[in-house]
């Protein structure tokens, strides 16, 4: 078969290659891909937005099934140009991506289906946000209605700074017009948790949870970003945490689309507030999440081509989803000064380590190849994955793999996953020092001979 994925960053490189481990699989093209990609796939350079050269370039390969990663084609009905093409595509219509699109729609969904949800109202005007905000309850949230790279959305912890956050969205139009209508939340305290599931509009799996760090910062500090670092599963989505969300939330949230003619194929992003009064949606996404799908998929048992195929052919109900009992952590490699202002072009080395190791992988973010080298090419650069039997282990063989990469400029967190400790060794014990931070040293045999690595 020869499959076609649109997109070009981790998300889609780890797509890529669960696909490409299927037996069916022949050929993969991408677009635009990035070098990463590029090792498994053919990609071709085509913007994930021109959804007419897209479609033309399936037609001219003949292509048998396309998958559609990111939100911004999802929403602009890319799937839908495909769809109406004849292509069997993975990816929610134009219709349905909406539950990402518009946090208006969402939340007006989870309230009209009793999905538990924080309390908001919508403003589409200014003057009534602000007359709003002069008695409501502080801490508030203030989120602009459209997509914003995962960045429009504002905690604000006194009046005056939810006044300000008004000015922001829906006056200055930090965020262009997705501010043109903002919802305003109530603010919400408790762990995040992720579930990733997939959905052929009918029946819906969830696969195994994840937590996603998105501050730029270690501690949580500093700006959003598109996301720094994911560990799978979290401790802290417990049983009876499923049990809710399975009564609860994915079930009735694919029943009410269907019964507002907005029928979901394709994975549903369920971001989760595990609150003093149970779970409640935070957020939902129309596609994999971005770096969670870099510990999620190579955590999959199922061959990634047949579960996409049943969410297009409405037969996931067939399909016994499986995961590995094993962990696995994802610390992002960016370039120094992302999200705001960052270089590009540099090289980067050392890539050729995870060829040679079983379980650990660096899914490319931003990359390119540059006269025969492969060279960064965005904030987010590479997400330096690796599995483990428990938590504790994945983040210590993450840690250390992180090492084998160099490039200028090269900035991470070194807290990803700190929260594993709290939930699986206790509050005393917290106390002691991090496992990750005792020194092991690894050898990493590549192309310049053997290196000592030393994870710190
Ligand atoms: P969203 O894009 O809606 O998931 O929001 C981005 C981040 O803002 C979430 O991951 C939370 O950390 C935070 N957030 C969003 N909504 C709320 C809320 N109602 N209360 C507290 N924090 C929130
Ligand atoms: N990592 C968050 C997202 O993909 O939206």
């Known amino acids: 078969m020869k499959v076609m994925i649109v997109g070009g960053g981790g998300r889609e490189h780890a797509i890529t290659w669960a696909i490409s481990r299927s037996p069916r699989v022949d050929k993969i093209y991408a677009a635009p891909g990035n070098a990463g990609i590029g090792e498994l796939a053919e990609c071709v350079d085509i913007s994930v937005m021109d959804a007419e050269k897209l479609v033309a370039f399936a037609k001219e390969k003949e292509v048998d099934f396309v998958v559609v990663g990111p939100d911004d084609p999802l929403a602009a009905g890319v799937a839908d140009a495909f769809l109406d093409a004849g ?7 134009k219709n349905a ?17 009793d999905i538990p949800s924080a309390a908001y109202e919508v403003f589409d005007d200014p003057e009534d946000a602000l007359e709003y905000l002069k008695t409501a309850k502080i801490p ?22 939810a006044m300000d956050g008004v000015k922001t969205l829906m006056v200055d139009k930090q965020f262009g017009s997705a501010g043109d209508k903002i919802v305003i939340e109530e603010f919400m305290t408790g762990r995040e948790v992720s579930v990733l599931c997939f959905s052929d509009g009918k029946t819906i799996l969830p696969m195994t949870s994840a937590q996603d760090h998105k501050r730029a910062g270690d501690g949580d500090t500093g700006l959003n970003t598109g ?10 989505y417990t049983e009876e945490v499923d049990k809710f969300c399975k009564e609860h939330v994915y079930q009735k949230t ?54 996409m195929e049943a969410c297009v052919n409405g037969t996931l109900d067939q399909i016994d989803l499986q995961f590995e009992d094993n962990a696995a952590v994802c610390v992002m490699l960016a370039s120094d000064g992302y999200p705001v202002h960052y270089e590009k072009g540099f090289e980067i080395k050392g890539l050729e380590c995870f060829a040679t190791r079983d379980g650990y992988y660096a899914f490319h973010s931003g990359s390119k190849m540059k006269d025969g080298k492969v060279v960064t090419n965005g904030g987010r650069v590479l997400g330096v994955t690796a599995l483990g039997s428990t938590l504790q282990e994945a983040r210590t063989n993450a840690y250390a793999a992180t090492e084998w990469v160099e490039f200028d ?5 070194h807290d990803i996953g700190k929260a594993i400790d709290e939930a699986s060794i206790g509050s005393i014990r917290r106390m002691r020092p991090d496992p990750s931070t005792k020194h092991e040293v690894r050898k990493c045999v590549g192309p310049g001979g053997a290196r000592e690595l030393r994870s710190s």
């Not at 990402?100 to 289906?113: G, R």
């Not at 670092?229 to 802290?236: D, E, N, R, V």
């Not at 971001?271 to 190579?298: S, W, Y």
Request: charged fraction near 25%; include cysteine.
């Open 227 to 236: 996301g720094m670092g994911t560990f799978s599963p979290s401790p802290f």
């Open 87 to 93: 292509f069997p595509t993975f990816g929610p219509r």
């Open 254 to 307: 694919i029943d009410a689309m269907r019964a507002e003619g907005r029928e979901f194929k394709g994975v549903l992003f369920c971001g989760l507030m595990l609150t003093p009064d149970g779970p409640k949606v935070l957020e939902f996404n129309a596609r994999f999440g971005d770096p969670e799908a870099q510990v999620v998929i190579p955590r999959m048992k199922n061959d990634m081509l047949t579960v």
């Open 97 to 113: 991506a909406i539950i990402e699109a518009s946090k208006a729609f969402s939340k007006e969904l989870m309230k009209k289906y």
């Open 409 to 413: 400029n090269k900035y991470m967190r």
């Open 140 to 161: 508030i949230v203030l989120k602009a209605d459209g997509l914003a790279l995962g960045k429009g959305v504002l905690i604000c912890m006194t009046r005056e700074e």
